[in-house]
């Protein structure tokens, strides 16, 4: 008998080694990440699926290449009975333990959709008919719809369409929905924003509803500084009570946009062209929104901070998005000048980085 000992020991040794090294293996296996080319694509896994066939389908799709650890994985540390059938997006790369959480959890039917602040309603329908194809219209169909005005009719009956309307975020949507249901998104979230009384309160200094959406917009393509917003809706004010043009140029790149001809550059045609929306040329506020607003931007514009500045300009010094403010047009002509001696330099670094880069 106690000759025996020594191989029973040296059995139960191998056994144990072997069991340590198929342990460390498998955890090795699906815990590494792999690459695949599916990440765009939807997956279906079919109610009734057994845990074999569904690593077996992921892997002829090529998000799982080692189904041998797969299976051992969910057979000794797994639970297959938490598996969930539906359609699902497995990013790239993902590792064998990530795509069985993601089973678990079970599939997510929404795409996530987001309209940055300052998008017009021509970015907006482009954007949604590139994350949505399957709704079967272009961009200029899906601005079509942004016409009709129904759904901000008792906010404000004299809009021509959504622009300023539809509301800034990150929205999670149904992967069937179509650009109507979208839409209607984003403008129920505006209605959210906008509070009924703010409705009086425009009143209260001689304002719509919609030329208050309409200042928004202007301040929220002039700045991205929350604290400057009140001071810039201040500038607003004085310059419309002084009849003198606003001059924002973002007015002309909408413009561009609505004429089909932006192309990322403010030519010397956009600056002239007969249009309401010209505030270089036309003076009082233009017909309507020119880009999405936020929140801050839609207070700033009830809450203009009053002030004699008629002028403002970007500051280089700081390069943070923050500007100058001035009283006068020399210190400004001293400030843009300034400025645009810091955005040649700014065009010319790239320039050079593109050179490189083409080398």
């Given at each position: 008998m106690k000759r025996f000992l020594p191989f029973v020991f040296t059995l139960l040794a191998l056994a144990v080694v072997t069991?340590?090294?198929?342990?460390?293996?498998?955890?090795a296996t699906v815990k590494k990440p792999h690459q695949h080319s599916r990440a765009a694509d939807y997956i279906r896994v079919e109610k009734g699926m057994t845990p074999r066939e569904i690593i077996a389908k992921l892997t002829s799709e090529g998000i799982i290449v080692n189904p041998?650890?797969?299976?051992?994985y969910l057979r000794f540390f797994g639970d297959a009975s938490k598996l969930q059938a539906g359609e699902y997006q497995f990013p790239s790369p993902i590792s064998p333990v990530q795509v069985l959480a993601q089973l678990e959890k079970g599939q997510d039917l929404t795409i996530r959709l987001t309209i940055p602040e300052g998008f017009t309603r021509f970015d907006i329908a482009k954007r949604i008919a590139e994350r949505f194809p399957q709704g079967g219209m272009d961009d200029k169909a899906i601005v079509a719809l942004m016409e009709d005005t129904t759904l901000i009719r008792d906010i404000s009956p004299t809009a021509k369409n959504l622009e300023g309307y539809m509301y800034p975020s990150?929205?999670?949507v149904p992967r069937d929905a179509r650009p109507p249901d979208i839409?209607?998104?984003m403008v129920e979230q505006f209605r959210k924003i906008w509070k009924p009384e703010w409705a009086?309160?425009?009143?209260?200094?001689?304002?719509t509803p919609h030329e208050i959406v309409t200042i928004a917009s202007l301040i929220e393509t002039e700045t991205g500084?929350?604290?400057?917003?009140?001071?810039?809706?201040?500038?607003?004010?004085n310059r419309l009570s002084k009849n003198i043009p606003l001059g924002i140029d973002q007015t002309n790149v909408y413009i561009a946009k609505m004429l089909g001809r932006w192309d990322g550059t403010i030519h010397k045609s956009d600056l002239e062209v007969d249009s309401p929306y010209n505030t270089r040329i036309k003076t009082g506020l233009p017909p309507g929104p020119i880009s999405s607003?936020?929140?801050?931007?839609?207070?700033?514009?009830l809450s203009p901070s009053p002030n004699n500045y008629l002028f403002y300009v970007r500051n280089v010094a700081a390069n943070d998005g923050s500007h100058w403010f001035y009283t006068s047009a020399a210190d400004?002509?001293?400030?843009?000048?300034?400025y645009q001696e810091w955005l040649e330099k700014e065009r010319q670094l790239k320039r050079e980085n593109e050179s490189n880069t083409n080398q």
């Open positions: 069991v340590a090294g198929l342990a460390y293996w498998i955890f041998t650890a797969m299976n051992y990150t929205y999670s839409i209607r998104m009086a309160a425009a009143r209260s200094i001689n304002r500084v929350e604290s400057e917003r009140p001071i810039v809706a201040g500038i607003i004010n607003v936020s929140e801050s931007s839609l207070k700033a514009a400004f002509e001293k400030g843009k000048a300034k």
